[in-house]
């Protein structure tokens, strides 16, 4: 069935730094792909999302694109802040309506001043 | 803006209790999911529900029941609560079409004593 895999944190960057964190999938069809943050205390709230092959989701300085040669939608920032310190979920959307939504198993993204 | 509220932030039951989680959500969404976050685990699919009254059971359905009586509002019921569901409940809701993000709660986190 569908899944995803993505990087294994946590991830401690300091300010300013590139960031990337990976996300692979396995499924069939064409699902739609999605990155989730999750600040602490909260819920979920989407950060970007993909429909097609070679999409590029893009939002707050957050991209990842859409790869299906390599069934990938990694998650890149050129220069991240403090406030971006959360978790992080690649999800892959699938079933009817992405009902049955993948999630990846987070990544704790920790940035220092 | 999409709003989906629970009922309570944080619960403390003890073993054996019956126990009401409360999902609402307003913007007249078809979908509704109730999932549960446990570390390095992601979030795995509890039940969803595709319209009043109609459910479907998702990955990890045991120890659950859930009620939608009215299309704004899910309902997760532990029939007799165990200290192996002591975890973060987050609810969410979607548009019954292809491509549609889930928005998600702010989560309960369950405590079983």
């Known amino acids: 069935g569908n899944s995803v895999t993505q990087m294994e944190g946590p991830v401690t960057l300091s300010e300013e730094a590139f960031l990337t964190i990976s996300c692979t999938y396995t499924?069939?069809?064409?699902?739609?792909l999605f990155w989730y943050v999750q600040y602490p205390g909260e819920g979920l709230q989407l950060l970007l999302k993909?429909?097609?092959?070679?999409d590029k989701g893009s939002n707050k300085g957050f991209e990842a694109t859409y790869r299906k040669e390599t069934t990938s939608f990694h998650l890149e920032k050129g220069s991240v802040q403090v406030s971006d310190s959360a978790v992080y979920f690649c999800a892959l959307g699938g079933g009817y309506n992405n009902n049955d939504m993948r999630f990846g198993a987070g990544t704790r993204l920790t940035v220092k001043p | 803006d999409v709003k989906v509220t629970q009922s309570s932030r944080y619960l403390v039951k003890r073993t054996g209790e019956k126990v009401f989680l409360e999902c609402v959500q307003d913007m007249d969404h078809e979908n509704m999911f109730w999932y549960r976050q446990d570390p390095g685990l992601g979030l795995r699919l509890i039940y969803f529900s595709y319209d009043v009254k109609m459910k479907e059971k998702g990955d990890i359905p045991e120890g659950y029941s859930v009620s939608r009586e009215k299309k704004e509002r899910f309902s997760l019921i532990l029939e007799s609560a165990s200290t192996n569901q002591t975890s973060m409940y987050l609810c969410?809701?979607?548009?019954?079409?292809?491509?549609?993000?889930?928005?998600f709660g702010p989560g309960t986190r369950l405590t079983v004593l």
């Open positions: 993909a429909t097609k092959a070679d």
């Open positions: 969410a809701s979607s548009l019954g079409r292809a491509y549609n993000e889930q928005f």
């Open positions: 499924a069939t069809g064409y699902p739609s």
